[in-house]
């Protein structure tokens, strides 16, 4: 009777432990995916177009007016 009951108890420990630990690890791969998380489409700046001229781009033929001071 009494081994029974020791027996009993040792498999209650081993499945609140083993419980405890999935739980936690289940908590911290949450926290690890919260972290990882993608940012938002809206805190995102689009790409430019790719039919802008780039910032450095600067017309050859002459057609563009002359800002910069360039003869």
Do not use: N, Q
């Not at 609140?16 to 630990?21: D, F, K, P, Q």
């Not at 805190?43 to 002359?66: E, N, Q």
Request: hydrophobic fraction near 40%; aromatic fraction near 2%.
């Amino acid at each position: 009777m009494i081994l029974a009951l020791e027996i009993i108890g040792i498999v209650v420990a081993v499945l609140l432990i083993a419980g405890t630990v999935l739980r936690i690890r289940k908590v911290r791969r949450d926290e690890m995916r919260e972290l990882s998380r993608p940012l938002e489409r809206r805190l995102v700046s689009p790409p430019p177009s790719p039919y802008a001229p780039s910032k450095g781009f600067r017309l050859l033929d002459g057609s563009a007016s002359h800002s910069h001071g360039h003869p």
